[in-house]
């Protein structure tokens, strides 16, 4: 499978942005499909998860109440609504496939090849 990342831009502060991330191949209901972002010179950081066949979701403490993982199984596609966007966002979002959830980017081994996020302050 294939995943392909896109979405990213530059916006102000308090704005938002939709993430979208399509797989050109099968995701299956036990997969977990999340989005992490890297800031230049930081590591890799989770910031939302989503069962795929349950659709139960999971996110990062920095993003709670701000951003909201979906998905269209009919679509294979996975978003990522983030609003009241800050700074601190900025910032390359992946988006990823694991076979079990986890908040670690070595858990998931397929990737997509990353979009962009820039907030202005």
């Known amino acids: 499978v294939q995943l392909q990342a896109s979405g990213g831009g530059l916006v102000q502060a308090g704005g938002s942005l939709r993430l979208s991330c399509a797989a050109s191949?099968?995701?299956?209901?036990?997969?977990?499909m999340a989005w992490f972002r890297q800031a230049p010179g930081k590591e890799r950081e989770f910031v939302a998860a989503?069962?795929?066949?349950?659709?139960?979701?999971y996110y990062g403490d920095s993003v709670k109440g701000r951003f909201t993982i979906s998905k269209n199984s009919a679509e294979n596609t996975v978003y990522l609504q983030m609003n009241t966007l800050k700074p601190e966002d900025t910032a390359v979002y992946y988006c990823?496939?694991?076979?079990?959830?986890?908040?670690?980017?070595?858990?998931?081994?397929?990737w997509g090849q990353g979009t962009q996020v820039t907030v202005s302050s």
């Open positions: 990823a496939r694991g076979n079990s959830l986890g908040y670690r980017s070595g858990e998931y081994n397929v």
């Open positions: 191949g099968r995701i299956f209901s036990s997969h977990v």
């Open positions: 989503i069962r795929w066949g349950t659709g139960i979701t």
